[in-house]
């Protein structure tokens, strides 16, 4: 699975290592990433895709905001935990 537009990630090197993300272009070996909070749609910060763990879920980010951008997450990073209790 490639990485595409929209796909919610999770990185795992860094200072924002665990955080939930979302790829907003991808260039040249690097994911553009933001996360609606410390990572504005506006400006999202550039990321090496090796630093990345892909997700099955995608998020339109056509016109969303940092507000949106950061309730989907919320949701998809909660109902990531119930489904790691549950196991």
Avoid: C, Q, Y
Avoid at 40 to 59: A, G
């Amino acid at each position: 699975m490639e990485f595409a537009k929209g796909m919610v990630v999770r990185s795992i090197a860094g200072h924002d290592s665990g955080s939930w993300l979302v790829v907003m272009s991808l260039e040249n070996g690097f994911a553009f990433v933001a996360d609606g909070k410390e990572r504005k749609v506006e400006k999202p910060k550039k990321k090496n895709i090796k630093h990345l763990s892909r997700t099955r879920k995608t998020i339109n980010v056509e016109g969303i905001t940092n507000k949106k951008l950061r309730s989907e997450l919320r949701n998809l990073a909660a109902a990531a935990n119930i489904a790691e209790e549950s196991e």
